[in-house]
């Protein structure tokens, strides 16, 4: 009898000893708080038709951001002055909690009536759908600084020539070119490759926060391509040294030759 009675505690024992083993698995499904329609965005102009605009997404349980074009928000709610006249779509791209979605939302804007940023109007100048022309600050053989090799990955260093290429003997093919910006509905990038050149047409990104300028679609005046010996930025990112009214001064960091180059810009009334 005890050996029955000590066998079956040994028994209970071991049940236990085993089971107190395995892990206690606690799973976490994720779960959509709503579906893509339940996500609401709004947009609150400041004044009707005006440039001053809330972008809002107002459901709870969703998070994400704001690409509005220009740039993007980390945030549900954010208030931006845009820059472009006529009808733009801006993006809300975020979670449900198992899936991800993007949501737009148009806006009218029929006219610029909050100030933008200084350097939006040194770009393209206080007439922003006419735009604004810029030409390469100097000729073949001038001496000057205005299209030369510079260090690379040191934009503090752009004013370092390493190779005054355009001063010196070999100006960029594009040397007696242009460049125009307008804000005529759209961010317009055009480029002209010489005096009566047709247009190539592109548009651009002028990030004023972190002083960049993006070219999409169309080369940069004074850039070359092909050959190895590609000279300028390859996705068309800019780095801006200088900007105000009179000069534009770029800068990218690497190319094809494994170094920095500069270009010095004026605009065509002031060459």
Do not use: H
């Not at 148009?106 to 933008?116: F, H, P, S």
């Not at 503090?156 to 007696?176: L, Q």
């Amino acid at each position: 009898m005890k050996n029955n009675i000590i066998t079956g505690l040994l028994i209970g024992l071991l049940v236990l000893g085993f089971s107190s083993c395995e892990p206690i698995l606690e799973r976490d499904v994720l779960k959509n708080t709503t579906n893509v329609d339940g996500v609401t965005l709004e947009a609150t102009q400041s004044t009707e038709g005006g440039n001053e605009i809330t972008l809002a997404m107002t459901t709870p349980g969703v998070t994400g951001f704001w690409d509005y074009n220009l740039g993007r928000a980390f945030t549900d709610k954010v208030t931006i002055i845009y820059p472009i006249p006529g009808q733009s779509t801006f993006t809300f791209e975020g979670t449900l909690g198992a899936e991800f979605f993007t949501k737009t939302i148009d806006v009218q804007i029929d006219q610029l009536d909050a100030r933008l940023n200084q350097d939006w109007y040194d770009l393209v100048s206080e007439t922003t759908a006419t735009g604004k022309t810029w030409v390469l600050d100097g000729t073949g053989g001038d001496g000057r600084l205005w299209w030369f090799m510079s260090p690379p990955n040191a934009p503090d260093s752009w004013a370092t020539a390493w190779w005054n290429a355009g001063g010196t003997c070999c100006p960029p093919p594009g040397v007696d070119g242009k460049m125009t910006f307008d804000l005529d509905g759209a961010a317009n990038y055009s480029y002209y490759s010489g005096p009566g050149a047709t247009a190539e047409t592109g548009s651009f990104v002028l990030d004023v926060e972190n002083q960049t300028l993006q070219l999409n679609g169309v080369q940069l005046l004074g850039q070359i391509e092909g050959g190895g010996g590609d000279i300028g930025a390859a996705d068309g990112l800019y780095e801006i040294i200088e900007l105000t009214e009179d000069k534009l001064i770029l800068y990218t960091p690497w190319n094809s030759w494994s170094t920095g180059w500069t270009f010095v810009f004026v605009p065509e009334t002031k060459k």
